[in-house]
Nanobody, 125 residues
Framework: QVQLVESGGGLVQAGGSLRLSCTASGLAFSNYVMGWFRQAPGKEREFVAGTTWDDRTARYADSVKGRFTISRDNGQNTVFLQMNNLKPEDTAVYYC??????????????????WGQGTQVTVSS
């Protein structure tokens, strides 16, 4: 079964940190671009970060640059999102996604063809 499973979300105070994980199964994980997206209530889904298959290139949304870090462990079929200095506006459901058709990081959600179920991140002020 091909799937992505996120974990690591939770409730944290502003200024705190969380580390999200997304583990893939049923696909050649190490071949693909991976991305993290988020969706807050009443807002559209937005790109947060992406990494190439070899973890050499990363791309971030301006709103998270300098605070979030994406990384991957191809041996464990897992991509991570380290989130530091969290702000209330980071509150959202966070989704990981894989693109099996592109080789560069694209922020458009429709470039990604497999999504996880999401994990809730809530940052209190």
């Amino acid at each position: 079964q091909v799937q992505l499973v996120e974990s690591g979300g939770g409730l944290v105070q502003a200024g705190g940190s969380l580390r999200l994980s997304c583990t893939a199964s049923g696909l050649a994980f190490s071949n693909y671009v991976m991305g993290w997206f988020r969706q807050a209530p009443g807002k559209e889904r937005e790109f947060v970060a992406g990494t190439t298959w070899d973890d050499r290139t990363a791309r971030y949304a301006d709103s998270v640059k300098g605070r979030f870090t994406i990384s991957r462990d191809n041996g464990q079929n897992t991509v991570f999102l380290q989130m530091n200095n969290l702000k209330p506006e980071d509150t959202a459901v966070y989704y990981c996604a894989v693109s099996r058709t592109i080789r560069i990081i694209i922020s458009r959600g429709n470039a990604y063809d497999l999504w996880g179920q999401g994990t809730q991140v809530t940052v209190s002020s």
